[in-house]
Structures are given as C-alpha cells and as structure tokens.
C-alpha cells in the first residue's frame, strides 16, 4: 500500500516561521525543523532566515554532507503543492532600497563575519614576524 503525501501551499509552508514551528522547503518537500533547530550546525538563525521562501539554493550553495541528507528524512512532513495558485503578498519598498536588503545584509554580517576577522588576524601575525626579522 503506497504512502500518502500530505501536501502544502508555499503560503501554508510560511506560517510557521517561529523558533517553535520552524518549517522549511527543500528541493519541493516540506520540512518541520523545528526539534532540529538546536543542533543545527550553522545555527537556528540561519533555518530561521529560510523559512517562507524555497530555500533549496541555500541549502545545496551550503554544501551539505551526505549524513545531514539522510537526517532530513526523518524531518520531512510533506511536499509543496505546485497545483495551488497561491500568489504571495507583495511587499512594498521604497524605490532607493532593493527588497529584503536589511535583512540580506543582517545575515551575511552573522554568517560570515569570522572570515575578515581571520584575514586580519593572520595580517597582523605575519607583520609582527616580519618585522621582528628585520
């Protein structure tokens, strides 16, 4: 007896969006990750930053192991209904700001900001030896 897929709306995906009712979606399957938050490797804000949106070039630009492939399966609820017309509501900007800019730049400065830090660091360290050849 085959299983039944239960399906969702991208709408219906974007609701739950809190730390307590995480879901995200991945390659047209929904995942409720919100057991998983705490243990996330990249950190709850980074599934938290996905949410309401289809967030499999996130996730494949991530490079994810095989192993965090497999435990997704236990976290998959369902799959994205692609014969729904939900058509999301639109946001307004003013017209100098791209849309979602804030919280783009928000997420790259918590996400990459170790990489610059070691970049002066290792400067710093390498001048300092340089110098006291000298």
Same mark, same amino acid.
């Given at each position: ?22 879901? $995200?979606?991945?390659?047209? &399957? $929904? ?29 494949? %630009? ?8 497999? %435990? ?7 799959? $994205? ?7 999301? %509501? ?13 919280? &783009? ?19 710093? $360290? ?6 006291? &050849?000298?």
């Amino acid at each position: 007896m085959p299983t039944l897929t239960k399906l969702y709306t991208m709408q219906e995906a974007s609701q739950h969006n809190t730390k307590d009712n995480c879901w $995200v979606v991945i390659d047209g &399957k $929904v995942y409720d990750v919100s057991t998983y938050l705490d243990d996330h490797p990249g950190g709850d804000d980074v599934l938290l930053a996905a949410t309401g949106r289809d967030a499999t070039e996130d996730f494949e %630009e991530a490079g994810h192991s095989k192993t965090a492939r497999e %435990e997704m399966r236990a976290l998959c609820i369902g799959e $994205v209904d692609t014969t729904s017309s939900d058509i999301p %509501e639109l946001e307004i900007f003013p017209e100098n700001q791209p849309p979602g800019y804030p919280k &783009k730049l928000a997420n790259l400065t918590k996400q990459y900001w170790a990489v610059p830090v070691a970049v002066v660091g290792i400067s710093v $360290v390498i001048g300092v030896l340089y110098l006291r &050849k000298k």
